[in-house]
């Protein structure tokens, strides 16, 4: 069916605010991973997942982030009590089972932030 | 670590000409080297793979381990080819198909 889903596209936020973005991945890809892309530059790690559990989340740049893929499909990033620095492009990604690391990625639309 | 360096942030050719995007890495094991693209307007993805030795598009890659590179090439550009190239690599460890990424180049190819 559909690519990788991501909602919302756009999503302003006033500093200090929380936000929660959501990452629908191709069914049957027991990999997600989310990345952060700032202006003018290439995506950055955040975190992944390996069906529920979170297998690595070590690009996470504080606590205030958070992600969560409770049921092993849908996964949310939350960003708590956001900062002007936050404002990015946050894409997930998903990938389908086999040898994990050279299986292509499937990359959502993401989700521009904008802290104000 | 890893590192991925992309040189050139804007590479303009003019159609029909050879085009080479630069990309060295930094890895202490063997890696895996991807080109992902993203055209106007749509979301990234993946362009092609060393692992597969294959050529999409009428690109091709070639992993120099002594060089440290995986400069992709393309003899006769298309206009169709103007995109943002990203070129990433996945070391072998626990995290799945961690990618790190290069900065981009943006390519430019003019009539």
């Known amino acids: 069916g559909a690519g990788v889903s991501q909602s919302p596209r756009y999503k302003v936020a006033k500093r200090g605010q929380d936000v929660a973005l959501r990452c629908d991945p191709i069914s049957g890809h027991v990999s997600l991973f989310w990345y952060q892309q700032a202006l003018g530059q290439g995506p950055e790690f955040l975190t992944y997942f390996q069906n529920e559990a979170q297998l690595d989340k070590s690009g996470l740049p504080s606590d205030r982030f958070f992600a969560e893929r409770p049921e092993g499909s849908v996964s949310t990033l939350k960003i708590q009590r956001t900062q002007q620095e936050d404002s990015a492009v946050y894409l997930c990604?998903?990938?389908?089972?086999?040898?994990?690391?050279?299986?292509?990625?499937?990359f959502g639309n993401g989700t521009r932030l904008t802290v104000t | 670590a890893q590192r991925v360096t992309q040189p050139e942030k804007l590479l303009s050719v003019f159609k029909g000409a050879p085009v080479e995007l630069k990309c060295n890495y930094s890895y202490s094991g063997s890696p895996e080297l991807f080109w992902y693209v993203q055209y106007s307007r749509q979301r990234l993805q993946l362009l092609l793979r060393?692992?597969s030795r294959e050529s999409i598009k009428g690109f091709t890659a070639d992993l120099n381990k002594g060089e440290t590179s995986f400069h992709l090439k393309k003899p006769f550009a298309q206009e169709e080819d103007s995109a943002m190239y990203y070129c990433a690599l996945s070391g072998l460890t626990g995290g799945g198909n961690k990618l790190t990424f290069g900065t981009g180049t943006q390519l430019k190819v003019e009539l």
């Open positions: 060393h692992i």
């Open positions: 990604a998903s990938s389908p089972p086999g040898i994990p690391y050279n299986s292509p990625l499937h």
